[in-house]
């Protein structure tokens, strides 16, 4: 009777240390990474918001079917910011303290990242913005840092461009004015053309919200531009080049812009009107490399359309968050996070011309790319 009872004992004992052994390796396959993303799925700034979202998405699946954090997977909790600053601030509050996020991924617009900058400072999370590319987010301290190269970069490889490549001497200019890193975009891209002694005939500004621009482009033909610069949002620009055809523009007028030029509504919106367009850009859906042809096909596959530069910024932040936390090891903390970042140096990318760092301010560092409209489809300057 001893016996049979000491066996049971056994038994219990063993029983109870296949549980627990059981539960530990539960506990291992199901490790989760909690990353916040506060991104803008309507309101203004949906247009780059959305396709950001859509590129996490395909990077999320990508990573967490490959095992690439071994038996963890990331957490992405996406989040709509409605492109409210104050909804923004209170979700990554949310994010750091509520929901122990290691780190924030967005926002999607540089209004709402000059907002967020400096919450994620106070609260000692590492940020990445994905798609704003205002200079003030990443300078807002150590913890901040952004995708996009400065605006003030890229400015002048189009300016370079128009004028050496395409012969420009005469440009108008309009800017989004309360658009940090367009303004910025825009004040480079003058600048540079008045050092080139191109003659600026002129130079307004419209609110990023409008959408009737019938006074302004009636002093703006009146001008007589060799080519027009635009420094707007991707779907109010294709908006400004309808309207400016429409309005009885010269039919020869070089269209250029910034990097916006490449989100999927530019194209969309404006339709013929913007054939001939050339822009810097952040990303070209025809890169050559594997790395870029597997996302593309990912893309197509999940979406049934090419993906644009929001797309590609936002499935290039969310790999760089998941390198930053596998480096970091098992437990990693937001402070070896960040330093993980940081160390992020001429890295294979799928943006610009292929090779990606953080400068020495957290900003993102690449060549851009110069492409151009070409039979209602996107292809080199060349």
């Keep these: 009777m001893k016996t049979m009872h000491l066996s049971r004992r056994w038994a219990v004992l063993g029983m109870g240390v296949a549980m627990a052994l059981g539960a530990d390796a539960a506990s291992a396959q199901s490790k989760e990474y909690v990353i916040g993303a506060p991104v803008a799925l309507t309101g203004p700034y949906a247009w780059v918001g959305v396709p950001s979202r859509e590129g996490m998405d395909v ?8 095992g690439y954090l071994g038996t963890g997977k990331l957490k992405v909790l ?28 967005g926002p999607s617009s540089s209004v709402e990242g000059m907002a967020a900058a400096p919450v994620a400072n106070d609260l000692k999370i590492p940020m990445l913005s994905p798609t704003a590319a205002s200079d003030r987010i990443n300078k807002a301290g150590p913890w901040t840092f952004r995708m996009p190269a400065s605006p003030s970069a890229v400015s002048i490889e189009v300016c370079n461009y128009a004028v050496k490549k395409l012969g420009i001497t005469s440009v108008a200019l309009v800017v989004a004015r309360d658009n940090d890193a367009i303004v910025t975009l825009h004040d480079a891209t003058l600048k540079c053309f008045k050092q080139h002694g ?8 419209v609110l990023a919200a409008e959408s009737d621009f019938l006074a302004l482009q009636s002093k703006m033909i009146g001008s007589k531009p060799q080519a027009l610069f635009m420094a707007l949002g991707g779907e109010q620009a294709g ?4 309207q400016a055809r429409q309005n009885g523009i010269d039919a020869k007028v070089q269209f250029m812009g910034g990097p916006a030029m490449g989100a999927g509504q530019f194209l969309t919106i404006g339709g013929g009107a913007v054939e001939g367009t050339i822009y810097p850009a952040d990303y070209f859906a025809g890169l050559a490399g594997n790395d870029n042809k597997r996302f593309v096909a990912a893309y197509e596959k999940r979406f049934n359309r090419q993906p644009d530069f929001g797309a590609a910024l ?24 960040r330093d993980a970042l940081r160390s992020i140096k001429d890295q294979s ?34």
């Design 59 to 66: 990077a999320i699946a990508e990573l967490n079917d490959s």
């Design 78 to 105: 996406i989040e709509d910011t409605g492109s409210d600053k104050s909804q923004v601030v209170a979700l990554i509050n949310r994010f750091a303290s509520r929901d122990k996020a290691l780190m924030i991924l």
């Design 198 to 205: 191109v003659n600026v005939v002129f130079n307004d500004s």
């Design 239 to 242: 908006n400004f080049a309808v």
């Design 314 to 337: 936002g499935y290039s932040a969310v790999k760089m968050a998941a390198a930053a936390i596998k480096s970091s090891g098992p437990d990693p903390t937001r402070d070896q996070i």
């Design 349 to 382: 990318s799928i943006i610009g011309a292929g090779r990606f760092s953080f400068d020495e301010d957290r900003g993102g560092s690449y060549t851009p790319l110069i492409l151009r409209v070409k039979g209602g489809k996107i292809g080199t300057a060349e």
